[in-house]
């Protein structure tokens, strides 16, 4: 115990110090809000101003029209071009439009044309959206006048509309949209951890193999002790690394309402943050998501070692090896979307039982609610089975461990490393 | 009193019976030379004695009671063939890691290493990391973390690879105290003059079973042919007379001669005495480990082949 103990310290300590683990836990929370800014500023900063010649036969788009709906949108501009302009068809770009549409001769009462937005060069459906849709307004406008629908009548016709958002009666304080979210976040923050450090642990195994200490130190401490050394000290670094982050978020947050910047805005946020804590029952997540978080890790993280200690320096044995097992994550997480889509289906249910992706499935579907969503019974059973489930992988990878760290050569298949297991 | 004794060893992997039935005893306090050709199963053997196989078949004693490896592995210190370091971790930290996980503690594993690290000159390598140390260095380092806990039996496996003329000295010279101040040596190689100038005691192995057994004197005696060297002028030529030797080689004024079935070399003496020879020089010709190494497994395929067990 004593010596797991010093290996548990080696790998974390070794790990924590590194300045690549510094480094990346603070700039990964400001890389994320970096991403989450940008993408929404590039959005904005790429959108086109596009010309656009309207040909009009119809007679119904008039030159008035255009400009109200222009003064209204400034992202682009229609330009009424009565008649069939050959030298705009021909050459539409000298005459400084980006863009040119056909109207042909309509009636109003009948049927959906389908345009065409004709130019030297692809539009997306991004601004051949925002041209359709400021196309529609006019057209509105021209059906409104011709039936004679006044403001107040367009009103009641645009504002009337029915609501529908689902209630569960029986536990009130589960709502759909907040456990959606909080079912994204921690399944994926799941999945994250277990690819990542289930790597991590795979690249420490293959360096102590290359490295060629490994017989030096099983001559100390048993392989099990060894491996199951390796497991938890990376577990803990991967456990630190998270506190940071909430760490991280919670000092924001008490920033944000010390310095009461942006007023409204802040109490907006204080107001949703709160609505979530009080919809949810924090308690009981937590504890689930350090349990999913810790046994998911294990189980898995142990089938890494294992595929880390039969390869050798090459790195893409290593990656041969444990794409079945990349696969069953990557797997769990298609499950898990399923499972948010419909939380009581026989796809959430079972995969949230079965060990294999229940750290990432289960994860996202308690926050609709214990027990009514997730009976007692299926949370139970999925954590028995999870931890019978990373016993086993364990005892298995450890089997797999002991032969595999002082094999060198030839890259063994998953049947050997099987035969491996289950030789005495 | 033998320190480690091994009672009909087997080990067998699917395809190959690395060690098959192997018996010995380690004195202790003595340097034992465990020889054999590459694939012969000392890895095998010695990965048994140090804990990380167990045995198919067969018994470990060690110390006078059954081999534990839990408890045992702390009073074994073993420097593999295929030895390593942590790259990217500090000497001195590794040192004390690798001290600890044999079982000291913690105040007592720094003075140990601080006490070796000076004997060594190596001082001043605490904060380097291993990647920054030559071969010959790392090599030091490797020998040092073998022994740094004062274990009962050391066992090194081609301990001199690698090192230099001064280096080699200075590991061989470390060997020798060790011993003398009680521990066991099991020592691991290929190189023959290193095992005639170092080992008391030898064991050959070859293809997974013991062929020699003995102290190296005795096996040198055992396998004499009865040459000696002769510092003579000039061979006379006596034909007609019971030569009681034949000559077997010439190098300058030295002959070489193999003395028949059933004399002694006093009696060889006296034939060259009767001749009024002067001899210079008269000595026996004990065949080197190196030609009683060969000599054993001439013939034996170059690599062990597959077999079915």
């Known amino acids: ?424 | 009193m033998s320190l480690l004794e091994l009672r009909n060893l087997k080990k067998y992997f699917s395809s190959q019976k690395a060690v098959d039935d192997i018996s010995l005893k380690v004195e202790r306090g003595s340097i034992f030379g465990l020889l054999g050709p590459n694939g012969a199963g000392k890895t095998t053997l010695i990965r048994m004695i140090t804990g990380i196989f167990y045995p198919d078949e067969g018994e470990i004693i060690f110390d006078g009671k059954t081999f534990d490896p839990t408890n045992d592995v702390a009073s074994i210190g073993y420097m593999p063939e295929e030895r390593g370091l942590y790259k990217k971790m500090k000497i001195g930290e590794q040192t004390l890691y690798l001290a600890q996980l044999k079982g000291l503690k913690r105040q007592e594993a720094l003075q140990r290493i601080e006490k070796w690290f000076t004997r060594f000159d190596m001082s001043s390598w605490w904060n380097k990391k291993v990647e920054d140390l030559s071969k010959g260095m790392s090599q030091k380092l490797q020998f040092v973390t073998t022994i740094v806990h004062s274990p009962k039996l050391i066992i090194l496996d081609e301990p001199f690879s690698g090192l230099d003329p001064v280096n080699t000295n200075l590991i061989r010279d470390e060997i020798f105290q060790l011993a003398r101040q009680g521990a066991t040596i099991i020592f691991s190689t290929h190189r023959m003059e290193q095992v005639e100038e170092i080992c008391d005691h030898i064991v050959l192995v070859n293809k997974g079973k013991k062929i020699l057994d003995g102290s190296v004197r005795q096996v040198k005696l055992d396998f004499k042919e009865n040459l000696f060297s002769v510092g003579i002028e000039e061979m006379p030529a006596s034909p007609g007379v019971s030569i009681p030797f034949d000559v077997v080689g010439k190098d300058d004024h030295t002959y070489v001669v193999r003395i028949r079935e059933g004399k002694t070399p006093n009696d060889v003496l006296q034939h060259l005495l009767q001749q009024g020879i002067v001899i210079h020089s008269f000595n026996e010709i004990l065949p080197s480990l190196n030609d009683i190494f060969i000599k054993l497994v001439e013939g034996t395929p170059v690599s062990r082949q597959f077999q079915n067990v």
């Open chain 1, 1 to 424: 115990m004593n010596k797991i103990w010093l290996i548990i310290k080696r790998e974390y300590l070794t790990r924590v110090r590194k300045k690549t683990f510094i480094i990346t836990t603070l700039l990964f929370p400001l890389f994320y809000l970096l991403l989450i800014f940008g993408m929404g500023f590039i959005a904005e900063k790429s959108r086109q101003h596009l010309r656009v010649a309207v040909i009009d036969s119809s007679g119904y788009f008039t030159e008035s029209r255009l400009q109200k709906e222009n003064n209204a949108d400034p992202h682009s501009t229609l330009f009424l071009v009565k008649d069939n302009n050959k030298s705009i068809m021909t050459d539409h770009e000298k005459e400084g439009y980006d863009a040119y549409v056909v109207i042909p001769r309509l009636d109003w009462r009948t049927g959906n044309p389908s345009l065409e937005l004709k130019a030297n060069k692809s539009y997306g459906s991004a601004p051949t959206g925002m041209v359709e849709r400021k196309l529609n307004r006019v057209w509105d406008e021209i059906k409104n006048d011709s039936l004679e629908i006044d403001a107040a009548k367009q009103q009641i016709l645009s504002q009337s509309r029915l609501g529908l958002t689902s209630r569960n009666i029986v536990d009130e304080s589960a709502n759909a949209k907040i456990a959606e979210g909080i079912g994204y976040a921690c399944g994926f923050l799941i999945y994250f951890i277990l690819l990542i450090y289930g790597a991590q642990v795979m690249m420490g195994v293959m360096e102590e193999k290359t490295n060629r200490i490994a017989e030096v130190i099983v001559s100390s401490v048993k392989p099990f002790q060894m491996m199951l050394g390796k497991i938890l000290g990376i577990g803990m670094v991967a456990l630190t690394q998270f506190f940071i982050w909430v760490a991280f978020i919670f000092v924001v947050y008490n920033i944000g309402m010390a310095s009461g910047s942006g007023g409204g805005m802040t109490d907006a946020m204080v107001g949703n943050v709160q609505k979530v804590f009080e919809s949810i029952d924090v308690p009981l997540i937590l504890f689930c998501f350090a349990f999913y978080f810790l046994a998911g890790f294990f189980f898995y993280s142990s089938l890494y070692g294992a595929i880390g200690s039969a390869v050798n320096e090459d790195m893409r044995e290593a990656q041969a090896l444990s794409f079945p097992v990349t696969m069953i994550v990557i797997i769990s997480i298609f499950l898990m979307t399923a499972a948010i889509n419909n939380p009581t289906g026989k796809l959430a249910v079972w995969g949230s039982i079965i060990p294999f992706s229940s750290p990432i499935v289960m994860m996202a579907r308690i926050p609709f609610g214990v027990p009514n969503t997730v009976p007692w019974w299926q949370l139970g059973l999925s954590m028995l089975l999870l931890i019978i489930g990373f016993l086993f992988t364990t005892w298995f990878a450890a089997k797999i461990y002991r032969t595999g760290i002082l094999m060198y050569g030839k890259k063994p298949s998953w049947k050997e490393m099987i035969r491996w297991a289950f030789r005495k």
